[in-house]
């Protein structure tokens, strides 16, 4: 079973325009990461936000985090047409220890 | 620095025959994970190695699944017999002890399996 849910499932956006992704879970984690995904690639680690962190940042991305609704959400500034990608939210459960990956939210960015 | 290795990268193969993914981790990773992806399931965790030895392997399908890692650099994936439900595409990822915990994964370019 999957252990996050992410929302949208699909974003089209213009160049230069902001993107935000949701991502919701199930079970009590030490962590959430989010992951990209260029088609037929895999996948590559982005950032990561511990559970006793509310926001992080690197570069364009923006990443916040809110335990008590078990949602976190990825901000991408200022996107760019090589931002094109799918993004997986992913987190440990703290019952399993085990690294489970949402469905992805597939990002089309628009030249 | 080469990353984490894949072969093949593509198989088309008829159902009933043997499939047998290979994956080589990053040199110095303890921990090797077999995840599949498809459309309908995404992404889930099949198997994963500590220091050669599976943990865990409550994510293999059925029986016709088996992975084993002889040494630290060597890991298989192997469908026998292989059905049409099986085609997908298998990542293989690894990180170290300190990456397991906090879930930094560096995954491979996958191989595409498609049974026909």
């Known amino acids: 079973s999957q252990q996050g849910e992410e929302d949208p499932q699909a974003l089209s956006i213009q160049e230069g325009e902001n993107a935000t992704m949701n991502c919701s879970y199930k079970?009590?984690?030490?962590?959430l990461q989010w992951y990209r995904q260029n088609s037929g690639r895999g996948l590559v680690h982005l950032i990561l936000?511990?559970?006793?962190?509310r926001e992080k940042h690197s570069g364009r991305l923006r990443v916040t985090l809110d335990t008590s609704k078990k949602s976190s959400s990825l901000l991408i500034t200022a996107s760019r047409a090589a931002d094109t990608a799918s993004y997986f939210c992913?987190?440990?459960?703290?019952?399993?220890?085990?690294?489970?990956f949402g469905q992805g939210t597939t990002l089309q960015v628009k030249p | 620095d080469a990353g984490v290795i894949q072969s093949p990268r593509h198989e088309v193969t008829e159902m009933g025959q043997e499939v047998t993914l290979r994956c080589k981790p990053i040199?110095?990773?303890?921990?090797l994970f077999w995840y599949r992806q498809t459309m309908m399931r995404g992404l889930e965790l099949l198997i994963y190695?500590?220091?050669?030895?599976?943990?865990?392997d409550s994510g293999m399908p059925e029986d016709r699944f088996s992975a084993k890692m002889p040494n630290a650099s060597f890991s298989t994936l192997k469908i026998q017999p292989s059905e049409p439900r099986d085609s997908a595409v298998y990542f293989c990822?690894?990180?170290?002890?300190?990456?397991?915990?906090?879930?930094?994964?560096?995954f491979g370019e996958g191989s595409r399996l498609t049974v026909l």
């Open positions: 990822a690894s990180t170290t002890s300190g990456g397991h915990y906090t879930g930094e994964l560096f």
């Open positions: 079970t009590s984690i030490n962590n």
């Open positions: 936000i511990r559970s006793n962190e």
């Open positions: 992913a987190s440990i459960s703290s019952n399993t220890g085990k690294l489970i």
């Open positions: 040199s110095g990773h303890d921990y």
């Open positions: 190695f500590n220091n050669n030895v599976p943990i865990d």
